[in-house]
């Protein structure tokens, strides 16, 4: 099926730096979506968006919908040792429909 | 609330061997998902579910799996004969559909499946 291109695959970083990762699609989505996953567990939602153009935080994460609803990216400011994990990125088309996810973001924090 | 539950955790079969996954829904969720991770193909949405009815069933790789929801408490995916191939973390998530434009997803832990 349908996977949706997210880059980087995975970011090293040290403690205090900014992030930031983003997701394209050859297809419009009507609503984008970040997740984060931790080991042993499932994904966890972080933002979603709604509308082409929208910007949206959520404490030190900031997301955008593209204006073209083919593409989103997600920011990370001043990333601390809990961040880590991986992020992804999802699609959907309509408000119940299942998602289309990115392979994800793999976020490590050097000491 | 307990969040979704699924078991079991871990399974670990041989191949040729039937393995069924189990998934409890979040109370008065109305939607259900099956989802299966790997390293390759990442995560793909295999089947989903409304008010205990299969909607889209494209996900579903071959006529080796199949998926029920007997109830609104539980949802089962076998997979009969079992390969190697199938090896992956399967998910289960479930949402309420409040008629907005995205209803969350919310997963459980996963069951983790090896097919020797």
């Known amino acids: 099926g349908q996977q949706l291109n997210q880059s980087p695959q995975s970011m090293f970083i040290q403690e205090g730096e900014d992030v930031s990762m983003n997701c394209t699609s050859s297809?419009?989505?009507?609503?984008w979506l970040w997740y984060k996953q931790e080991p042993g567990e499932g994904p966890v939602l972080l933002i979603a968006l709604y509308k082409a153009g929208e910007l949206t935080s959520n404490g030190r994460l900031t997301a955008q919908f593209g204006i073209t609803r083919k593409d989103s990216f997600l920011n990370i400011s001043a990333s601390i040792p809990s961040d880590v994990g991986i992020y992804f990125c999802a699609g959907q088309r309509g408000g119940a429909d299942g998602l289309t996810f990115g392979k994800g973001t793999h976020l490590i924090i050097q000491p | 609330d307990a969040g979704v539950i699924q078991s079991p955790r871990h399974e670990v079969t041989e191949m040729g061997q039937e393995v069924t996954l189990r998934c409890k829904p979040i109370?008065?969720?109305?939607?259900l998902f099956w989802y299966r991770q790997t390293m390759m193909r990442g995560l793909e949405l295999l089947i989903y579910?409304?008010?205990?009815?299969?909607?889209?069933d494209s996900g579903m790789p071959e006529d080796r799996f199949s998926a029920k929801m007997p109830n609104a408490s539980f949802s089962t995916l076998k997979i009969q004969p079992s390969e190697p191939r199938d090896s992956a973390v399967y998910f289960c998530a479930s949402s309420l559909a409040l008629g907005g434009i995205y209803n969350e997803q919310f997963f459980g832990p996963g069951t983790r499946l090896t097919v020797l």
């Open positions: 297809s419009i989505f009507n609503t």
């Open positions: 579910f409304n008010n205990n009815v299969p909607i889209d």
């Open positions: 109370s008065g969720h109305d939607y």
